[in-house]
Structure formats: structure tokens, C-alpha cells
């Protein structure tokens, strides 16, 4: 628990030092290729903080506890990754297509790993919100997948579709749409009560009262 509380100050110092230092460099003088740089990995550290807070947050929960860092473990190397292309810079960037995919790929990764353990670390009340929870997972895996493989497809085969009617951007879209409604469901449907089960009086087995004891004289 030491161990954890001295990280977790450590990481809380190191967010605010990286906020203070892109703000500076943000409000600073002209922006130069350094400077765009240093401010691109520094937004990045944050998006990527968020996503791997979320998961590192949710693995303290024993039975998402895998969930969680394989998130947070996404978030990590979607940052790294991320690094080694701005570091490259756009004299590298026409050999680095691979790269590039691999980035974006692991960062709709991270985003959704960061999605679903936000869905598992609240607790459900009941089974509207529970429903609703398992829609959103659903519906979340669904639209990250198509998104992955729209980035590592070709564009002939990303608008093949067995239906002619239905394009291959409706069903990212429509994918998209339910994720969200689903996911706004949960804390909505969290705050209701449930219907009071009524029990059988007929078919019930008989009360049996206990009698006081009888006072002895």
C-alpha cells in the first residue's frame, strides 16, 4: 500500500509538471518544430493518462482485475508508439506507414479497453443498468473492431459489404450511435428500482409462530 501511495504521488507530480510545461510552451513565443513537438507528446501523455487511469483503476477490482491492465498496458503502448513518431519526425513519416497504423490502431484500442472497464468499475444496481452495460460492451468491441479494420484494410475491401444498401461507413456509424445510446443508458437506468417481487402466500410454506414460554410458579 506504501508502495502505491508513493507512485501514485510521484505520477500526480509528474500530470502536473507535464500540464505546467505544455501550457508554457503553449502560451509561450512563436511555435517552432521543437516546440510542436514537445506540446504533441505532452497532449498525447495526457489522452493516454486518461484511458490508462480508467484501467489501472478498474484492475484494483479483483474480478476485472485482468481487464484492467490489459488496458492500461494498451495505454502505455499506444503512448510509446505514438512517441517514436514524433520523435521521427515527417522526414521519416513516408517509411513509417506501418508505424502510423500500428498507432492509431492501438489508440482506438486504448479508447475502447478505457470505454468498457469505465462501464465495469460503477457499480449496477439492477438489471435495466446491467442490461444496459452489456449492450454497451457489445456495441463498443463491434464499432472498435470495424474501426480496425477499416485502418488496416484496403478501401476496396472496407466498402465491401454483403448488403449493396448498406455501406460500410452506415454500419461504423450505426455501431457508433448504439455504443453511445447504450452507454448513457447505464447511469440512467443505474437509478431505477426495480419492481418488488411478490411471493406466492398460497403455495408458501406455513408460518409456524413460536410460543412465549410458560412461567412456572
Known amino acids: 500500500m506504501e508502495k502505491d501511495q508513493g507512485f501514485l504521488k510521484f505520477y500526480i507530480i509528474l500530470v502536473i509538471v507535464m500540464a505546467a510545461i505544455g501550457t508554457l510552451v503553449t502560451l509561450g ?6 516546440s510542436s513537438k514537445a506540446i504533441a507528446i505532452i497532449i498525447l501523455f495526457l489522452v493516454y493518462n486518461i484511458t490508462g487511469c480508467i484501467c489501472w483503476v478498474t484492475s484494483k477490482r479483483p474480478e476485472y482485475n485482468v481487464l484492467g491492465i490489459i488496458g492500461a498496458v494498451a495505454s502505455g503502448l499506444g503512448f510509446v508508439v505514438a512517441f517514436m513518431l514524433i520523435i521521427m519526425g515527417s522526414s521519416s513519416m513516408s517509411g513509417a506507414e506501418g508505424l502510423f497504423k500500428m498507432a492509431f490502431g492501438i489508440f482506438i484500442i486504448s479508447i475502447a479497453f478505457a470505454h468498457i472497464c469505465l462501464m465495469y468499475y460503477f457499480h449496477v444496481q439492477n438489471k ?3 442490461t444496459a452495460r452489456t449492450v454497451a460492451v457489445i456495441f463498443i468491441s463491434i464499432f472498435s473492431m470495424l474501426f480496425m479494420i477499416k485502418i488496416f484494410s484496403s478501401f476496396e475491401a472496407i466498402m465491401y459489404s454483403p448488403m449493396p444498401e448498406i455501406t460500410y461507413a452506415r454500419i461504423l456509424g450505426a455501431a457508433l450511435i448504439l455504443d453511445l445510446a447504450a452507454t448513457s443508458l447505464v447511469p440512467l437506468c443505474n437509478r431505477l428500482s426495480e419492481p418488488p417481487v411478490f411471493e406466492d402466500i398460497y403455495n408458501a410454506p ?8 410458560e412461567h412456572t410458579v
Do not use: D, F, M
Open 206 to 213: 406455513p408460518v409456524i409462530e413460536s410460543q412465549p414460554p
Open 128 to 130: 435495466y443498468a446491467h
Open 29 to 34: 513565443g512563436g511555435i517552432s518544430l521543437g
